[in-house]
């Protein structure tokens, strides 16, 4: 079956550092790659996709790159804000014969401290 | 805002009663995603309707069931609740079947569900 793991959390940095939250996923066929956002108390946001190898999904300054050789698609920001604060969900949608079906991972939590 | 909502935005029931959620889909979407989220956990895809119609089943039993009505509204019912149905559902819109297909999924609120 298809499955998405994330590395656990929660992860805490200071603002301005660097985030790479690693997810890599199995699935049977060609998925495409989401991250989405959950900020406290709300639902879940699309921060970024790619829909084939070597893709690059980019939004507000975080960026992940669809890598089919490792089957990764790997969270980065440059540098993060305390608003970046939230749980980060990597997910993969595959569409096979009309069907289509989404496996998220467990998320992982991210705090910035000023 | 994604357009999406979802109403209750909180419940309680006691085990083996029934629940019915309900979810309006973003205007134009013509797919809607059901997922159930535990505490601390990501969500877990229950079932998808297109046309009216069950096109994609994750493993949840058949308590957990569906309708999708032609103005893309939805309903996920739940029947003889137990504990473990306590969570947080979710439900998503997306034009991901038809044409074009864009797999990006927008999501409501969600409605929490404590089953007592």
């Known amino acids: 079956g298809n499955s998405v793991t994330q590395m656990e959390g929660p992860v805490t940095l200071s603002e301005e550092a660097f985030l790479t939250i690693n997810c890599t996923y199995t699935a049977t066929g060609y998925p495409s790659l989401f991250w989405y956002v959950q900020y406290p108390g709300e639902g879940l946001q699309l921060l970024l996709k790619a829909t084939k190898a070597d893709d690059k999904g980019s939004n507000k300054g975080f960026e992940a790159t669809y890598r089919k050789e490792t089957t990764s698609f790997h969270l980065e920001k440059g540098s993060v804000q305390v608003s970046d604060s939230a749980v980060y969900f990597c997910?993969?949608?595959?569409?096979?014969?009309?069907?289509?079906?989404?496996?998220f991972g467990r998320g992982t939590s991210l705090i910035v401290h000023p | 805002e994604t357009g999406v909502t979802q109403s209750p935005t909180h419940l309680i029931k006691t085990r083996g009663q029934q629940v019915t959620l309900r979810c309006s889909s973003q205007?134009?979407?013509?797919?809607v995603s059901w997922y159930q989220q535990a505490l601390g956990q990501g969500p877990q895809f229950i079932f998808q309707y297109y046309r009216e119609e069950e096109n994609g089943r994750g493993n949840f039993p058949p308590r957990f069931s569906g309708l999708q009505f032609p103005n893309y509204s939805s309903e996920l019912n739940v029947n003889a609740l137990e504990l473990d149905d306590s969570a947080l559902y979710l439900c998503?819109?997306?034009?991901?079947?038809?044409?074009?297909?864009?797999?990006?999924?927008?999501f409501g609120p969600g409605t929490r569900l404590l089953v007592l």
């Open positions: 998503a819109s997306s034009l991901a079947a038809g044409a074009p297909i864009d797999e990006t999924q927008y």
């Open positions: 997910a993969l949608i595959i569409t096979s014969g009309g069907s289509y079906i989404p496996t």
């Open positions: 205007s134009g979407h013509n797919t």
